[in-house]
């Protein structure tokens, strides 16, 4: 006795929705999101750079950058991932007991205070992992736009910014972020904010913190 036909074509719907799935698989497992070639972060000619503000002022500094790589096919970047080396931030616009005062809160090193800022014991690096790169036209500032993932304090968030990207010199590439900002507060840094305090009067911390980047890196 043959099947009734509305089961033989149910049959072959489902066959065939399985045969698609296999290929659509096939086709994510074995495309990479990094591709091209791989030049290794050059710390010595690499940092970031920032600035933050409060009440009637501001302050800045640099973080290393500790290690990394950047993958580049033809002119542009395809994925990395940069190291930011939090426990050696610094402050550069003070010295002394002042410098050392401003590091020490900023680390976490302040009893009671650790969860202010960074608390580098706890987190002592920072990793923005670069999605790829999209080329941007007519902008005098850059040549391509940068996506990526800023991990901080365990909390991960995209980031974007612009870049300009030199990879004239065969076996070594560069790129420079003019000014782009971030908030701090999307990574759970809520010391002295307007959003999470009232009555803070001229006792605040804005929540943006300005950074600029430059990664040197080689073969």
Not at 186 to 207: A, H, R, T
Request: glycine fraction near 8%; charge should be negative.
């Amino acid at each position: 006795m043959r099947p009734p036909l509305s089961i033989l074509l149910l049959a072959l719907l489902v066959t065939l929705n399985s045969c698609k799935s296999s290929s659509s698989s096939d086709t994510t497992t074995t495309t990479s999101p990094s591709h091209g070639k791989e030049f290794k972060i050059d710390v010595a000619r690499s940092e970031l750079k920032w600035q933050v503000f409060k009440a009637g002022g501001s302050h800045q500094g640099i973080v290393p950058i500790l290690d990394g790589s950047v993958f580049i096919d033809g002119n542009n970047i395809t994925g990395g991932k940069v190291t930011l080396d939090m426990k050696n931030l610094q402050v550069t616009d003070l010295e002394g007991e002042d410098k050392q005062a401003l590091e020490e809160h900023l680390k976490g090193y302040k009893p009671g205070k650790e969860d202010d800022f960074f608390n580098v014991n706890q987190y002592p690096t920072a990793t923005y992992v670069i999605k790829g790169s999209t080329p941007v036209s007519g902008d005098p500032e850059a040549t391509h736009m940068v996506n990526g993932e800023l991990t901080m304090r365990d909390i991960t968030k995209p980031v974007a910014f612009k870049i300009r990207l030199d990879t004239g010199a065969g076996n070594a590439v560069k790129f420079t972020a003019p000014q782009f900002s971030i908030d701090r507060t999307e990574w759970g840094i809520k010391f002295q904010s307007k959003k999470f305090f009232d009555n803070l009067k001229d006792d605040f911390v804005y929540d943006e913190i300005k950074l600029e980047m430059t990664v040197g890196a080689i073969q």
